[in-house]
Structure formats: structure tokens, C-alpha cells
């Protein structure tokens, strides 16, 4: 399970230093109210729509069955005002969810779903990603403007994904409107791919072997890049790990350590710049991340 706290650092792949930006902080706002007798809604995630910035789409852990016996589900929150006021539903499919779409759903039958992240595509469409309670993996599409449900479909039924993480090529070239999703597999960092707007996805590679906690991100020049951690015993030695894909996620190479940083509990993302660069971030939890010895530019970050 992941758990989202706010960056205090951030590393840039470019240069050997860490850089702290300060940001204007508006005033919270309730996104779907409270409710008894648990209010919580964690491991939040959230995506602008590249056509209005005034729409905004996020997902979490809604916890709203508990009232009725059930677990947690994905919640869908909607906001055509930037973030102002918000629409509030769960994902179709859910404990007892009657509705057409419910019951059509994959996700029928399932007590809770978890892991939830979203990404728009550049036509306004927002794909959910997430995994089921026997750790399969699945992802729904909503279209227009991220407004209307559209179908879900199981990528993996069973036993073989956790903490997924999921990105849209945005970047206009050969590969515009592919969607990624990364994964913690059995190998590793596992990685699928769809070309015809989430309806199939490829067979799963392997693009990190042997880490986890993942993520994907993916660059104006439309390269992929996804990140892991390797595991280790070695004190400020846990090393966050990058792979880079020039063909579209078919294949993956350029693996690179990004930093080393003491070992937390924690997932780091990748978020990309287009001005000036392109420039490829990686945030990290409050540990403390080595500088000691900086690794050299990424090529994931720098080169073709």
C-alpha cells in the first residue's frame, strides 16, 4: 500500500543538487465531506485535464461502505472549477452496487479495491488504475472530460501486482495517447502498455529487475521513463533506481541510480518538465537522500 505524504525534497536528475520550492498554499478544501464512522479517504492521487485546468479529477481510498459492513473502494472525485467544489462517487462495481455498469463490471464480486492513481490523455479522457483484493490489476476509463464512467478491465486477475502506478504519453509524437502502468511484480518492477485507449494491454516485461515501490512518468520528447527502489541492508545505501524506454514501453534500458537515501517505508514519483529541459524529477519522502557522491546525469533525463 502507498502512502502519500508531501514532498520535502526533490532531486534533479540534471544537476547534483537538492532543490527545495517554495509554493503559494491555498486553504484546504473538503473534497467529499465526512462520514460515519470513518472519514478518512487515503493514498490519494490527482490529474488536471491537459484540455481545461479547470477540471480536475482524483481518486483515493474511499471508506464510505464501513457504515454498511464494507471495506474500502475507489472514490472518483470531479471538479469543473478548479478544485473549488467537487462531485463525489465511488468507481462502479463496488459491494452492492446494482447499477448496469456495476454489475457489468470486473470488479463485481471484489470486497474492496486499493493502490488508486489517475492520468488524463490529451483528448480528455481519465484512466484509473488500481488492484484488487487477491492483487489483481485493473483500470477503468472515464470519457469526456473525465466526467462519464466508460468501462474497467482486469489487465491481471490474480497475485500479480502491487503499488501501480500509471502514465499517458502526452507528447504529441509516434506514441501520443499510450498509456503505462508500473508495477511491483513478481520480478520486479513489472510494466504493460496499451495502444487503443486502455481497452487491451501487452503482456507484462520486466523493467527494473528486482525492485519495487514503482513508478512512471513520461517526458515531452515522449520517452518513458519508470523508477524503483532496490531493497538493502546497507545503511543510506537504498538506492532509487531509473529505466528509460525510447520505443514506446516495448523494451527498457539506461538503468541508473538516481540517489541513494536512507531506507523509509515510502514511494517516490516521477513527475516531468517540459521549460526549460526536459527535466525529470524525482520526490522523496523526509529522508534524507546521499549526496556525497552524486551519480552523473541520468540518460533518461539528457539524451535520446
Known sequence: M????????ILILTSASVVVHAATVGPNIEIAGEAFPDRQRVEPSIAVDPNNPSIIVSVAQDLRLLQFGGHRWHGVYRSTDGGVTWSSNLLPGFPGDTSPQGLSSPLHGFRATSDPVVAFDRAGNAYVAG??????????????DGADYSFAILICSFGCADKPWIAVDNSGGVNNDNGYISFDGPHGIEFVRSTDGGQTFSSSITAIRNDGLSGVTVDPEGR?????????????????EIAVSLDGGRTFDG????ANIVPLPRSPSLQTEASPGPHLYESTTPSRVNTS????????????
Open 255 to 258: 538503468h541508473e541510480i538516481a
Open 293 to 304: 557522491s552524486p551519480p552523473s546525469p541520468s540518460r533518461a533525463a539528457s539524451s535520446a
Open 224 to 240: 518513458v521513463i519508470v523508477s524503483g527502489v532496490f531493497p538493502s541492508t546497507l545503511p543510506q545505501r537504498e538506492p532509487i
Open 2 to 9: 502507498k502512502i502519500f505524504l508531501i514532498s520535502l525534497s
Open 131 to 144: 488492484i484488487t483484493t487477491n492483487l489483481g490489476l485493473f483500470v477503468a476509463k472515464y470519457v469526456n
